[in-house]
C-alpha cells in the first residue's frame, strides 16, 4: 500500500466525519454481543466442506444483526472468519466487493450512518498498536475504502512500474500479460504475504498446499498460459476469456485431468485433476489442490473446457 496516500486521504476523512453531524440512532441498539460459533481454530471446522457451508456458519443471525450498535458491529465484521478471502483475488479490492455479496454482517456495516466515522477511528487506534494481525488490519482498510468509495486499496498494482507483454491462445489471439510482478508491485512484503498464506492453509486446511505465495502470477497466467514454477506472467480476467472466446478451448460437461476449469463471476481459473479435484492459484499467494467447491470462490457458475 502507498502509506503516505493513505494516510493522507484517511486524515482528510476523519476531519470530514469528525466535523459533520452523525444521526445514527444508537438508541435503537441494544447492548448485546455477538462472537462466532465457529471457527478455524476449532476442530469443527474441517467438517465444512464447501465455501457455501463456511458463509453459511458464519452468517450472523438477524436478530443480532440488527441490534448491534456500529461500535459492535465492526468488531464482529473484523473478526469475520473468511476475512481472508479478499486476499485471494487480483486486489483486496477485488476481493472485498466478492465478500460483500455474501457477508450479511458487512451488508448491515455499509448501511450504517456512521460507519466511516467509527471505522476511520478504528484504523487510527490500529496505527497507534505496536502489532495488528496483519489480515484484520489490511481487511480494516479495505472496509474503509469500500465506506468511502475510495480508489485506494491497501494492496494494488503499480502499474506505473508493471511491464506489458503480448504472448498468444493456441487459436493465435494477441493477449496482453503484465510482466515479472513482485511483491512491492502489489504493495506489500514478502513477509505479510507469507502471513496471509498462512492463514489461508489454515482456513482451509482440507485444501493441499503446492507451492507458497508468488507475485509474478496468478491463477489465470496458471491455468491458461503455464504451470512452471518459472511463470512470470500476469493474466486478467478478460485475457483468460481470449482462450475460450477464440475456440483454443471449448465447453466441455465430462472434464478430463489438464482440462481448465472457469469460476465465471468470481474471476477465478484452475485446472482439473481428478475426482472434482482442481489444482489453482489463489491470487498472488499459494497454489492449493483442492475440491472444486472447497476455495475462496464461489462455485455457481464453474464450467469446463477442454482444448479445441
Not at 481454530?41 to 465455501?51: A, G, H, I, R, T
Not at 491497501?154 to 504472448?167: G, K, V
Not at 492463514?199 to 482440507?206: G, H, I
Amino acid at each position: 500500500m502507498n502509506k503516505k496516500l493513505f494516510s493522507l486521504f484517511l486524515s482528510i476523512t476523519i476531519l470530514f466525519t469528525l466535523t459533520a453531524p452523525v444521526f445514527a440512532a444508537e438508541s435503537t441498539f441494544k447492548n448485546v454481543d455477538f462472537q462466532y460459533s465457529i471457527t478455524p481454530e476449532m476442530d469443527e471446522w474441517k467438517n465444512l466442506q464447501s465455501l457455501d457451508e463456511m458463509i453459511e456458519a458464519c452468517q450472523i443471525p438477524t436478530t443480532i444483526l440488527n441490534h448491534l450498535s456500529t461500535e459492535k458491529l465492526i468488531d464482529v465484521v473484523l473478526d469475520y472468519p473468511l476475512a481472508i478471502n479478499i486476499f485471494a483475488y487480483d486486489t483486496p479490492k477485488e476481493g472485498i466487493t466478492q465478500l460483500a455479496s455474501y457477508f450479511n454482517g458487512l451488508q448491515e456495516l455499509v448501511e450504517r450512518d456512521d460507519a466511516v466515522e467509527l471505522m476511520s477511528a478504528q484504523l487510527v487506534s490500529f496505527s497507534k498498536m505496536k502489532s495488528v494481525d496483519t489480515v484484520k488490519e489490511l481487511f480494516a482498510e479495505s472496509i474503509f475504502g469500500m465506506l468511502t468509495a475510495s480508489s485506494v486499496d491497501p494492496i494494488n498494482f503499480d502499474l506505473q512500474r508493471s511491464e506489458i507483454h503480448h504472448n498468444f491462445t493456441p487459436n493465435g489471439t494477441r493477449v496482453q500479460f503484465i510482466y515479472n510482478l513482485t511483491w512491492a508491485d502489489h504493495g506489500i512484503t514478502a513477509s505479510r504475504a507469507d502471513e496471509l498464506n498462512e492463514n489461508l492453509k489454515s482456513t482451509y486446511a482440507n485444501a493441499t498446499p503446492l507451492r507458497e505465495e508468488n507475485p509474478a502470477y496468478n491463477c489465470h497466467s496458471y491455468a491458461w498460459y503455464s504451470t512452471s514454477t518459472g511463470n512470470l506472467y500476469w493474466l486478467n480476467q478478460g485475457g483468460a476469456s481470449s482462450y475460450m472466446a477464440d475456440g483454443s478451448y471449448i465447453s466441455t460437461t465430462a472434464p478430463q485431468s489438464g482440462d481448465k476449469v472457469w469460476y465465471g463471476s468470481a474471476d477465478h481459473s484452475a485446472i482439473y485433476y481428478r475426482n472434482s479435484t482442481v489444482t489453482s492459484k489463489w491470487g498472488a499467494l499459494g497454489l492449493f489442490r483442492h475440491n472444486v467447491s472447497y476455495c475462496p470462490y464461489s462455485a455457481s457458475s464453474v464450467s469446463y473446457w477442454k482444448a479445441g
